[in-house]
């Protein structure tokens, strides 16, 4: 996954809706009263994006010794930081991959959008699983639907432009 600061601007925005979608806070969809006869519906399966995590104990203990050999001066800082970014890349791209196996194993939760180079799934399931999600800490994040469209075309953007930018480096550098 790509890190930059969009995608933490990102994620502060869209969480606080996201979490009151999920809560079911909206005011467009609130819930109907009901006479306290009818069951209630925790089973209630909505469409949501999720953005997985990686493995935080693998990061951490990867970093550790990343900055130990910052220290010895096996590897520079910048070195470091992205040996630091890919593994970070590698470990969410291997959850978003287990996550999505273990989803079509589910008969509950079905995948409707895969990106595992950014951690994100758009996926149908009860809101139950959201929730354990976020719990278990396999989530971190739970964003309404229409947002795991704007998030990729946001990376690919800023990739187009990072790429751009290099290439008028290059030629740049030529002349």
Same mark, same amino acid.
């Given at each position: 996954?790509?890190? %930059?600061? @969009?995608?933490?601007?990102?994620? $502060? ?9 999920? &809560?079911?806070?909206?005011?467009? %969809? ?5 006479? @306290? ?17 990686? #493995? ?8 550790? #010794?990343?900055? $130990?050999?910052?220290? %010895? @001066?096996?590897?520079?800082? =910048?070195? =470091?930081?992205?040996?630091?970014? %890919?593994?970070?890349?590698? /470990? ?6 287990? *996550?999505?196996? $273990? $989803? ?13 180079? *950014? ?14 999600? /976020?719990? #278990?800490?396999? /989530?971190? &994040?739970? /964003?309404?639907?229409?947002? *795991?469209?704007? *998030? ?24």
């Amino acid at each position: 996954m790509k890190q %930059n600061p @969009g995608r933490r601007s990102f994620l $502060a925005v869209t969480g606080a809706s996201a979490t009151a979608a999920l &809560a079911g806070c909206s005011t467009q %969809n609130a819930p109907s009263q009901t006479d @306290g006869d009818s069951e209630e519906t925790p089973g209630t399966e909505a469409t949501l994006t999720v953005q997985i995590q990686g #493995d935080q104990e693998a990061l951490t203990s990867f970093q550790e #010794d990343l900055q $130990a050999d910052v220290d %010895n @001066g096996t590897v520079t800082r =910048a070195e =470091a930081q992205q040996e630091f970014q %890919n593994k970070q890349e590698e /470990l969410i791209t291997e959850a978003t991959n287990e *996550y999505e196996e $273990a $989803a079509a194993d589910d008969d509950a939760v079905s995948v409707a959008d895969s990106s595992p180079e *950014y951690g994100m799934l758009r996926i149908d399931a009860p809101a139950a699983t959201f929730v354990d999600g /976020l719990e #278990d800490g396999d /989530l971190a &994040a739970v /964003l309404p639907s229409e947002y *795991y469209d704007q *998030y990729i075309q946001q990376q690919q953007f800023q990739e187009e432009l990072n790429q751009q930018t290099a290439d008028q480096g290059n030629n740049t550098t030529g002349d």
